[in-house]
C-alpha cells in the first residue's frame, strides 16, 4: 500500500502544481488590469507572454491531430486575456512615466531602424497581416470545419454502428470511436468561437495603440511640457514598441489557430509530412530546377543566385528518385516474403475455419442495394435495431449478426443461419411491396400471391403504384427492408435460449455484480453454478420471459436453491417471482383476461405419470392419451383464434411445466401459465377446458 501511494504521490503533486500555474497566471492578467506595476516586471512579462506564445505556435504544429489540443479553445481566452493586461500596464507606464521599460523600448527603436515613419509602416503592415489574412482566414475555416464536423456526426456514428454489426470493431471500439466524434464536435464548435477573441484582441490592439498615441502626446504636451514634435517622437516609438511587443505574440497565437483548424495529417509529424509533400515529387523538382536555370541564363536576374538555386532542386530530385526507387525495391522484396510465408503457413492455418458465427444473414446479390448504405440501403441499421429491441424485451444481449452476400443462392433469396445451421429463408421481389389481409379490407387488390415468412400467412406483392390503394383498403403493406427484419427477428426470438452462452451469462453476473454485489456473492458460486444459471435463464427465454430483471431472478434463486438444485424446479419459482411481469407480458389492457383452463382430473393424470431420475422428471403417458391431450389442447386453441386473443392455458403450479413439455413440439406458441404467475388483480374469465 505504501508503495502504490509513492507511486501516486507524484502524478498528484504535478497536478496540483499545474492548477497552481494555471491559477496564478490568470490571476495575474487581473492584477496588472488593477494594480501599477514596475517597468522591470512588465520586461518579464512581456518575455513571458512571448514565450508562451512561441509554445502554443510549435505545440500546434507538431501534434498529431486538433484533439491532441483539446484545450486550445480556453488557452486562446487566457492568452489573449493576459496580452490584453499587458497592454493595459505597459499604456498606464508610457502615459505615466513616459519609460515602459526595455522589451517595449527595443522594439519601437530597432524594429523601426530609429525611424519614425518607417516604424509605423512596419507596425501597420503586421497589422494587416494578423487581422486581414490570419485572423480572417482561421475564423472562416474554423467555421466551416465546426459545421461540417456537426453535420458529419450522424453519418460517422452510422458507420461506427455498421462496423459493430459486421464485427469490424468490438463494443470498447465503437466507444471510443463515438467519443471521438462526440470530443471533435465539441472541440471544432468551440474553436469556431474562441477564433474570435483572437480577431477581437487584434481590433483591441489597434485602438489602444491609437489612444496611447493621442493620450501621450496630450501627456507629454501638457504634463511634461514636451513641444509636439518631441512628444510625437517620443510617444509614437513607444507606442510602436507597445503594440509589436503585444502584436508578435498575438500574430503567433493568430497562426498557431490557423495551423491547428487546418491541420489534415493525422499520422505523422507536421514537418515531415508538410517537406514529403513539398518535396517528395522528382519531377516537379525537375522542373522547378530548369525554370531557375533559365531564368538566370536568359534574363537580366542574377545568374550567380538563380542558377546554384535550380542546380539544387535538380539534385533533391535526383536524390528523391533514387528513394523512391530503392523504396519500391524494398517493398517488392518484403511483399514477397511475406507471400511466401503465408503460402508456407496457409495449409496449417485451418483455425479460422472452425469459428461458427451464432446468427448470419446471408442474401442473394439482388438484395445488395438493401444493405449497401451507398445506395440508399438501411438494413443494416435495421439490424442495430433488431440487437436494440430484442435486449430491452428480453433482457439479453444479441450476438453479433453477420451480414454476407452469397452468389450461390438466387438474387432475391436470403436464408438465416443459427450457429452455422440454415433455420429459416425468404424470397422478396425487389421494388415491390408485401401486402397482408389483416381480415378487415374493404375492397381486395390483385398481386402476385406469396407466403409471409414471419408468420406464414397468405400475402400479396403489390407495385409501388398500388401500395396507396392497398392501404385505404386496410392492407397492411411491408417493404422489403422490413420483411427481412421482422423474419431475422423472430427467428432470433425463437432461438435466443440457444444463442445464451455461459459467457453471455458470465457478462450478466459481472454486470449484475457492479450494483449488486451481495447477492451474486451469495448465489454463485456457493450455491448454483454458472451452468445451472444458465440452464434457469434458457428455460425462462425459450417461453418468451424476459429476463432483464436479473437481481429478482437471483433473489429467487438464493432463496430456493438451498433446498433443490433441480433447473426445472427453480425455474418455476422463479417465473412465480416474475408474476408481475408475466401478467403485464400477457393481460396487460385487459379488463377481464379470457383463458382456457386444465382439467383437474387431467391435472391429476398427468402429476400422476410422472417419474423421476437421475436425469430429472420424465411423464409416462400412453400414447394414445397423449394425442388426446393434444387433440383437445388443439380444439381449446382454434377457438381461441376464432376469437381473435392468443392461446392462453391456465394449470396449477405442479403442473405447468410437465403439460408445457407435453405440447411445445406442437403449440410452440401456447401460453402455459400457473395460476401463482397471475397477479391478483387480474380478472380472469374461463371460456374453454382441456380435457381428455
Known sequence: MAGAEAKKAPGKRLLAGGDIVVAVYVLAAFVMMIVPIPSW?????????????????????????????????????????????LNISSTRLILTTGSPGNVVETFGQFVGGGDLIMGIIVFAILLIVQFMVINKGSERVAEVTARFTLDAMPGKQMAIDADLNTGAIDDQEAKRRRDKI???????????????????????????????????IAMGMLRMNMPFQEALNTYVVLTIGDGLVSAIPSLLISLSTGVLVTKGSKDADF????????????????????VLILLGVITPLQIFIFVPLGIVFIIIGKRMDNMMKKAKVEESVEQGEVAEAEEIRKPEN??????????????????????????????????????????LELGTVVPIIRLRDNIQLNPNQYIIKIKGIQCSEGEILF??????????????????????????????????????????????????????????TEVIKSHIAELLTRQDVQSLVDNLKESNPAIVEELTPKLLGLGEIQKVLQNLLMEGISIRDLLTIFESLADRATTTRDTDLLTEYVRQSLKRAISNKYFAGEDMAQVVTLDPKLEQEIMGSVKQSEQGAYITLAPDRV??????????????????????????????????????????????????EVESDVQLKSIGMVSA
Not at 470530443?183 to 485602438?207: I, Q, W
Not at 469459428?355 to 445506395?375: H, K, N, R, T
Request: overall charge negative; proline content about 4%; charged content about 20%.
Open 431 to 488: 421494388d415491390h411491396y408485401l401486402a397482408m389481409n389483416p381480415g378487415s379490407v374493404e375492397e381486395e387488390i390483385t398481386g402476385i400471391p406469396t407466403i409471409e415468412p414471419s408468420f406464414h400467412l397468405p400475402a400479396l406483392w403489390i407495385t409501388e403504384g398500388q401500395r396507396e390503394r392497398a392501404e385505404s383498403y386496410g392492407y397492411t403493406v411491408v417493404d422489403p427492408p422490413s420483411i427481412i427484419a421482422t423474419h431475422l
Open 271 to 290: 514537418g515531415n509530412v508538410l517537406l514529403k509533400q513539398l518535396f517528395g515529387l522528382p519531377k516537379a523538382m525537375y522542373i522547378v530546377g530548369a
Open 627 to 676: 394425442r388426446a391431450i393434444i387433440d383437445s389442447t388443439g380444439k381449446a386453441v382454434e377457438k381461441m383464434e376464432n376469437l381473435g386473443r392468443n392461446a392462453i392455458v391456465l394449470t396449477s403450479p405442479v403442473v405447468r411445466m410437465y403439460y408445457k413439455r407435453l405440447t411445445e413440439d406442437y403449440y410452440k406458441d401456447l401460453a402455459v401459465l400457473s395460476y401463482n
Open 41 to 85: 516586471m512588465l520586461d518579464i512579462l512581456l518575455a513571458v507572454n512571448m514565450a508562451v506564445a512561441f509554445s502554443v505556435l510549435f505545440s500546434a504544429m507538431f501534434s498529431k491531430e486538433a484533439l491532441d489540443m483539446s484545450f486550445f479553445p480556453t488557452l486562446l481566452l487566457f492568452t489573449t486575456l493576459f496580452r490584453i493586461s
Open 182 to 216: 462526440q470530443e471533435e464536435a465539441s472541440f471544432f464548435g468551440a474553436m469556431d468561437g474562441a477564433v474570435k477573441y483572437v480577431k477581437g484582441d487584434a481590433t483591441a490592439g489597434l485602438l489602444i495603440s491609437a489612444v496611447n498615441i493621442v493620450g501621450g
Open 350 to 391: 485451418v483455425t479460422s475455419l472452425l469459428q461458427v458465427d451464432p446468427i448470419e444473414l446471408e442474401f442473394g446479390y439482388g438484395i445488395i442495394p438493401l444493405a449497401d448504405a451507398s445506395q440508399g440501403g438501411d438494413l443494416l441499421d435495421r439490424v442495430v435495431m433488431i440487437r436494440r429491441q430484442v435486449a
